[in-house]
C-alpha cells in the first residue's frame, strides 16, 4: 500500500437510535459508527422562556438543534444524499456544528458511485472548504479537525503525490489535536495508525520525493501504526471493520502470523453493513487464504 488517501480510512459508522429533545449528546460507537444518542430532557429554563420576549432567540436556537439532530439522524440511516441537501442549506452558517457535519457529508456523497468524476471532485474540494471554515470557526472542535485532516489527505488525490507528502504533517498535527480534544474518539486514532502504516510501507521512490520536500522526511514504523490501531480498539472494541483488517496486516507486517490471523478472523464476525465492510471481508480472506498457504510451504 503506497501513501494512499486517508479517506479509506475512515468511513460511516453503523445504525443508531436517536432520540428526540436534547440538552445533552452523548457520543459513542456502535459497530465503528459514530452515534449520537439524544435524550428526552426539557430544561426548565426553556419552559421559562416561552411565556417571555426572548422566546423567537430561544426558538432559533432550538432549531438549530433540531436540525443537527436530524442530519445525526439521516446519518446514521446513511441516507447520503438527504443529508447533504439538508444541510447544505447551512453552507454559510458560522456555527462550526454545521460546517463539519456538511464537510462530512459531501465528502460521503463524492464517495457514491452515482457519482461523475467531475462532481466527484468538485465535492472533494467543497468538503474541504467547509471543513477548513469550521475550524475557523471553532478552534476546539475535535471533528473539525479530524474532518480537516482527512479533507486535506483526499484533495492530494487531486493535487499529486508531492501535495500530498508536503501536507502530511498538517494532516497528522490535525489528527493528534483531535485526539487532544477528544482522547475517546477511536476514529482519529484509527487514522493515525493509518497514517503511521502508510509511511512505514512508502515506496522507495515516494521516499525520495519526501527527502526533497522535508530536510527530515516524515517516518514511521509499523510497530508505531500498531500502537494506534491496539489504542483505538482499546478505547472502543469493534468499532470499525477497517482497524480489524489493519491490524491484521500490521501483524503481518512484522511477521507476527498468529496474531494477524487472528484479528483477521474478527473481521469476518463483524457485519457487513456497508460496501467498505464488503470490500473489508474480501480483503481479510484473501489474506487469511495467503497465511494458510504459508503454513502449508
Not at 453552507?91 to 467531475?118: G, M, Q
Not at 479533507?151 to 502530511?168: A, Q, T, W
Not at 512508502?202 to 508505531?224: D, G
Request: with cysteine; net charge positive.
Amino acid at each position: 500500500m503506497a501513501f494512499g488517501s486517508l479517506c479509506g480510512a475512515f468511513r460511516r459508522f453503523v445504525v443508531r437510535t436517536v432520540k428526540i429533545r436534547s440538552v445533552w449528546t452523548h457520543r459513542s460507537r456502535t459497530s465503528g459508527r459514530e452515534a449520537s444518542f439524544i435524550m428526552a430532557v426539557t430544561p426548565l429554563s426553556y419552559l421559562m422562556y416561552k411565556s417571555v420576549t426572548h422566546f423567537p432567540a430561544v426558538s432559533a436556537l432550538d432549531k438549530a438543534e433540531d436540525v443537527l439532530e436530524q442530519a445525526d439522524y439521516l446519518y446514521s440511516c446513511g441516507d447520503t444524499q438527504k443529508l447533504h441537501q439538508l444541510l447544505v442549506q447551512y453552507k454559510d452558517s458560522d456555527d462550526a456544528e454545521f460546517l463539519w457535519r456538511l464537510a462530512r457529508a459531501s465528502r460521503d456523497l463524492s464517495l457514491l458511485t452515482s457519482i461523475s468524476a467531475h462532481e466527484k471532485k468538485q465535492l472533494t474540494y467543497e468538503a474541504f472548504d467547509f471543513a477548513k471554515k469550521a475550524l475557523e470557526k471553532n478552534e476546539s472542535s475535535f471533528a473539525a479537525h479530524k474532518w480537516f485532516a482527512i479533507c486535506l489527505s483526499d484533495i492530494g488525490d487531486y493535487e499529486g503525490v508531492k501535495v500530498k507528502i508536503g501536507n502530511s504533517y498538517i494532516i497528522r498535527d490535525h489528527l493528534k489535536r483531535a485526539v487532544e480534544l477528544n482522547p475517546k474518539d477511536a476514529t482519529s486514532i484509527h487514522i493515525l495508525g493509518y497514517w503511521c502504516f502508510a509511511f512505514a510501507e512508502l515506496p522507495w521512490y515516494q521516499r525520495k520525493v519526501a527527502a526533497v520536500i522535508f530536510a527530515s522526511p516524515p517516518t514511521a514504523t509499523y510497530e508505531e501504526a500498531l500502537e494506534f490501531f491496539l489504542k483505538a480498539e482499546e478505547v472502543d472494541p469493534n468499532f470499525y471493520s477497517k482497524n480489524l483488517l489493519m491490524l491484521g496486516k500490521t501483524y503481518m507486517m512484522l511477521r507476527d502470523d498468529e496474531r494477524a490471523a487472528t484479528w483477521l478472523r474478527k473481521v469476518g464476525d463483524f457485519p457487513a453493513l456497508t460496501e467498505e465492510d464488503k470490500q473489508v471481508h474480501k480483503e481479510a480472506l484473501d489474506l487469511l487464504k495467503k497465511l494458510k498457504g504459508k503454513c502449508r510451504t
